[in-house]
Every structure is written in C-alpha cells, then in structure tokens.
C-alpha cells in the first residue's frame, strides 16, 4: 500500500538501543547531586511511562522539586547517551539505507530526549531524510505525550500533510500508539532483540528495515 507518510520511531529502528545500564547510572548520579539516594531503575521506568504523578510523589517524599530533578536528570541522560555514540558503543543501523528508496515524507515520532534524537541524527548524517522530528523532553507536557499517546504522531501527521500514515517500530506501545492515532504500523523484530510481549496487531511484521519498500508496494 502506498502512504502519504512514513513515521518511525527512533531507539531500535533507526539507531541502536541506549545501554539501559548507563542510563540507571544517570538517574543514580541525579540522586546524588541533591544529595539523596532513590531507586534509579523504579524512576527510569516511571520516566518511560511518562507517570508524572509519581515521580514528584517520589520527589516530595525526598525533599526534591519535581522540576529540578527532571531538568537534571534530562542532563545526565543526553550526556550519557552522547558518551556511547562518542565511545563507538552506539551506531545507526545499516539497513536504515533503505529509507532512501521510500517515495512519501518521512518523520521521527520517538520518547526519547529531543536532544539526544537532534544530536545522533545529525551525528550519524540522517538529518536530512526526515522532513518532521518529534522527541519527549522530561517535562510534565513532554512524558503526557509519550506512547501509546498518539499526539506526536497526529501531529508529525500534520505537519507532513498526510491523509494515511504508517508508523515503524520495535515495541507493542509503537503499535498501541499507531493505533490509538488511527494509522497502519509496522513491527520490525531485529534478531538480537527480545521479542515484543504484543498486546496489539501491526499491519506488517518487518526483521529489518530493508524489507520495508517492498513491503509497501
């Protein structure tokens, strides 16, 4: 089928998965620089499911401002992941070549940091094959927006002027959000990946991104 746009999401599609270890090591240091101790991987995975409440729960309860433990926290998570790319731990996937032969605009719907997509797409020379960029800063309105939220979606939808859209990605809350946003979706499964715990049906099943071109014709 052929769409007016194809959205992907960034972390495990277009570029390796950040080393959920070192991104524990953030948050512990963030802890440290207000002098507090608190459970790193709990708070990593309330980040990713952009549960505010209780992260500044967690935060009143530890004497923290909600804010300013996020900004932090923001600082130590974009400087870890920028450390990986510079260390040659962390690399573009080799298939992401085939994006070039997609006719329809193409865009980045990810949760990660703004800062951190900006910097790796300009790092590895993929600026310039997505017309739209979205990203989740650390902020109230940044983590209400992650997925299966579908409001970056609908709005990189927008802003590529499209009637259909396809969304690529690596994880069931991709194909929730695809869903919730009312578009197809496609699960690329890479075979050093764990496999997906679906709770939902993409409308393609991809191993790598090379197939997807012929997927859509």
Request: aromatic share 6%.
């Amino acid at each position: 089928m052929q769409y007016d746009a194809v959205l992907f999401d960034f972390d495990g599609v277009v570029v390796e998965n950040p080393s959920s270890q070192r991104l524990y090591d953030a948050l512990g240091r963030t802890y440290e620089k207000f002098g507090r101790s608190g459970p790193a991987s709990e708070t990593f995975q309330e980040l990713m499911r952009g549960d505010f409440e209780s992260l500044a729960q967690r935060c009143h309860s530890l004497g923290i401002k909600t804010d300013s433990f996020c900004a932090q926290a923001a600082r130590e998570m974009v400087r870890v992941q920028r450390e990986e790319v510079e260390r040659g731990l962390r690399s573009a996937y080799d298939d992401v070549a085939a994006m070039r032969s997609l006719e329809a605009p193409l865009g980045i719907v990810s949760d990660n940091h703004p800062t951190v997509v900006s910097t790796l797409l300009d790092r590895f020379g993929l600026r310039s094959l997505f017309e739209t960029v979205y990203g989740c800063p650390l902020t109230p309105d940044g983590l209400s927006r992650r997925k299966p939220d579908p409001t970056n979606i609908e709005a990189a939808i927008a802003d590529l002027e499209a009637e259909t859209a396809l969304y690529v990605g690596d994880r069931a809350v991709d194909i929730r959000a695809a869903d919730n946003a009312g578009i197809d979706s496609a699960l690329i499964s890479r075979p050093e990946a764990d496999e997906p715990d679906l709770d939902a049906t993409p409308t393609y099943q991809l191993s790598s991104l090379s197939q997807l071109p012929a997927a859509l014709r």
